[in-house]
């Protein structure tokens, strides 16, 4: 453990947060406790004011009996030993200093702190729990949603994506991709409006109750070096780094794709979606959903970045037709980072090799200035934990296909098996 701590040392050290440029004072910002409240302000700034009125109504995904509501949860004793004996020790406390180490090494305080910041995780995972399985077993979730999803990943999500983008181009088809960027998405949530998608998926009675309960009421404070911001209401949002939030955001935009034609995939709010444009009622028809997207989140109080929306034209007869979103052209690309890939026009993958090669090598350079020790119990877990992992991700959809790139890879193998005494 204390290897692999020197290890992170050694790596480039993150940039302090500041000074920031405050515009009123026509200056930059230095204090930390400033500082912490103008990164609050900005914070605080990006919430929905939710139009409590016009809550629209969301169609049901739900169509089971009253009896298959989940409107009601009971929570054994041993349910709530099985989360606290699944708590790491190794994870800071809450708001509330309270160290997961107390829940776990003291039974004498199992139950008398339940409404605090770790034990509320807790509470929050065995609703979560109980909440995916009521829609697993009803199949309330859209298969294009790849976040946050059992036995689902970055990789099926990319997997899925491009075996439709390629299928389609090795036959020689012109084929459009969008990239969508909600703005803030987690964070704009509208609370009510969430409470409306939940009910629509049989989410009901006092679980409801108690989940409109988790939301209200929360706040939060910036700290920047021990200095703190005051405290602000947060308005919309689920929160992030919750236990809860995640399922919660997927049922939200559960229904975005609904009535759209192009193929879409999710994973979380990374929303990406391709058509086939042989002809103009091809680029139309994709048009006709970008639309479709838009009007789902006019009606829902979210907000597309049509600024970072991005458009990759592949195949060489494409008509590189112009898409917009709420009356903006959308910027075209020929290159994207995808869910930590890198995805060109050409659909090769030497960028993405180049990049995780330089990574790799890096990652080799700092083990091999700070650790004397060459030998293979100590540099072989280094290798695998530290290196081998950039080599490794999602590899399934970018493996190479050129000479240049698979040697190119290949070195960096045969680079850490020289350093390794007994593998050279």
Same mark, same amino acid.
């Given at each position: 453990?204390?290897?692999?701590?020197?290890?992170?040392?050694?790596?480039?050290?993150?940039?302090?947060?500041?000074?920031?440029?405050?515009?009123?004072?026509?200056?930059?910002?230095?204090?930390?406790?400033?500082?912490?409240?103008?990164?609050?302000?900005?914070?605080?700034?990006?919430?929905?004011?939710?139009?409590?009125?016009?809550?629209?109504?969301?169609?049901?995904?739900?169509?089971?009996?009253?009896?298959?509501?989940?409107?009601?949860?009971?929570?054994?004793?041993?349910?709530?030993?099985?989360?606290?004996?699944?708590?790491?020790?190794?994870?800071?406390?809450?708001?509330?200093?309270?160290?997961?180490?107390?829940?776990?090494?003291?039974?004498?305080?199992?139950?008398?702190?339940?409404?605090?910041?770790?034990?509320?995780?807790?509470?929050?995972?065995?609703?979560?729990?109980?909440?995916?399985?009521?829609?697993?077993?009803?199949?309330?979730?859209?298969?294009?949603?790849?976040?946050?999803?059992?036995?689902?990943?970055?990789?099926?999500?990319?997997?899925?994506?491009?075996?439709?983008?390629?299928?389609?181009?090795?036959?020689?088809?012109?084929?459009?991709?969008?990239?969508?960027?909600?703005?803030?998405?987690?964070?704009?949530?509208?609370?009510?409006?969430?409470?409306?998608?939940?009910?629509?998926?049989?989410?009901?009675?006092?679980? %409801?109750?108690? $989940?409109?309960?988790?939301?209200? @009421?929360?706040?939060?404070?910036?700290?920047?070096?021990? +200095?703190? !911001? /005051? &405290?602000?209401?947060?308005?919309?949002?689920?929160?992030?780094?919750?236990?809860?939030?995640?399922?919660?955001?997927?049922?939200?935009?559960?229904?975005?794709?609904?009535?759209?034609?192009?193929?879409?995939?999710?994973?979380?709010?990374?929303?990406? %979606?391709?058509? $086939?444009?042989?002809?103009?009622? @091809?680029?139309?028809?994709?048009?006709?959903?970008?639309? +479709?997207? !838009? /009007? &789902?989140?006019?009606?829902?109080?979210?907000?597309?970045?049509?600024?970072?929306?991005?458009?990759?034209?592949?195949?060489?007869?494409?008509?590189?037709?112009?898409?917009?979103?709420?009356?903006?052209?959308?910027?075209?690309?020929?290159?994207?980072?995808?869910?930590?890939?890198?995805?060109?026009?050409?659909?090769?993958?030497?960028?993405?090799?180049?990049?995780?090669?330089?990574?790799?090598?890096?990652?080799?350079?700092?083990?091999?200035?700070?650790?004397?020790?060459?030998?293979?119990?100590?540099?072989?877990?280094?290798?695998?934990?530290?290196?081998?992992?950039?080599?490794?991700?999602?590899?399934?959809?970018?493996?190479?296909?050129?000479?240049?790139?698979?040697?190119?890879?290949?070195?960096?193998?045969?680079?850490?098996?020289?350093?390794?005494?007994?593998?050279?």
């Amino acid at each position: 453990q204390n290897v692999f701590k020197y290890i992170r040392s050694r790596k480039p050290a993150k940039k302090p947060v500041g000074p920031l440029d405050d515009r009123a004072i026509k200056g930059a910002v230095k204090d930390d406790k400033a500082i912490a409240e103008k990164l609050n302000d900005f914070f605080a700034s990006v919430f929905t004011a939710e139009d409590v009125g016009k809550i629209p109504e969301s169609a049901p995904s739900f169509v089971g009996d009253e009896s298959e509501e989940l409107s009601r949860i009971e929570v054994s004793l041993e349910e709530v030993l099985e989360q606290i004996e699944k708590l790491n020790v190794n994870k800071s406390p809450g708001p509330d200093g309270i160290h997961p180490r107390v829940l776990k090494d003291d039974p004498g305080n199992y139950r008398p702190v339940s409404l605090t910041s770790v034990p509320g995780k807790l509470v929050e995972t065995i609703v979560k729990n109980k909440i995916v399985k009521h829609v697993e077993e009803h199949n309330l979730l859209d298969k294009s949603q790849h976040g946050f999803c059992k036995g689902k990943s970055c990789l099926t999500n990319l997997l899925e994506f491009f075996e439709g983008v390629n299928k389609h181009a090795d036959k020689g088809d012109p084929v459009d991709i969008v990239y969508l960027d909600f703005q803030k998405a987690f964070d704009k949530v509208p609370h009510q409006r969430l409470l409306c998608k939940l009910h629509g998926h049989g989410i009901r009675g006092k679980v %409801l109750s108690w $989940i409109e309960n988790w939301l209200k @009421d929360r706040k939060q404070r910036v700290g920047i070096n021990g +200095k703190f !911001s /005051d &405290w602000r209401g947060v308005t919309s949002g689920v929160p992030q780094g919750s236990v809860l939030g995640p399922i919660l955001f997927n049922l939200f935009i559960n229904d975005l794709e609904k009535g759209v034609s192009s193929e879409v995939v999710k994973f979380a709010d990374d929303t990406k %979606l391709f058509r $086939i444009v042989k002809t103009e009622a @091809d680029c139309e028809g994709l048009q006709e959903d970008l639309t +479709k997207l !838009s /009007d &789902w989140a006019t009606k829902w109080q979210m907000k597309f970045n049509v600024d970072k929306c991005k458009v990759m034209h592949i195949g060489k007869n494409n008509p590189n037709y112009t898409y917009s979103m709420m009356g903006a052209n959308l910027a075209t690309t020929n290159q994207e980072r995808d869910l930590g890939v890198i995805v060109d026009s050409s659909l090769k993958t030497s960028t993405q090799c180049a990049v995780v090669v330089k990574k790799a090598n890096r990652m080799l350079g700092i083990i091999r200035k700070g650790i004397e020790n060459k030998t293979q119990n100590i540099l072989l877990p280094l290798y695998k934990t530290m290196v081998r992992p950039h080599l490794e991700y999602c590899v399934q959809m970018w493996s190479p296909h050129l000479k240049k790139d698979i040697l190119a890879l290949e070195r960096v193998q045969k680079r850490a098996a020289k350093m390794i005494r007994g593998l050279e």
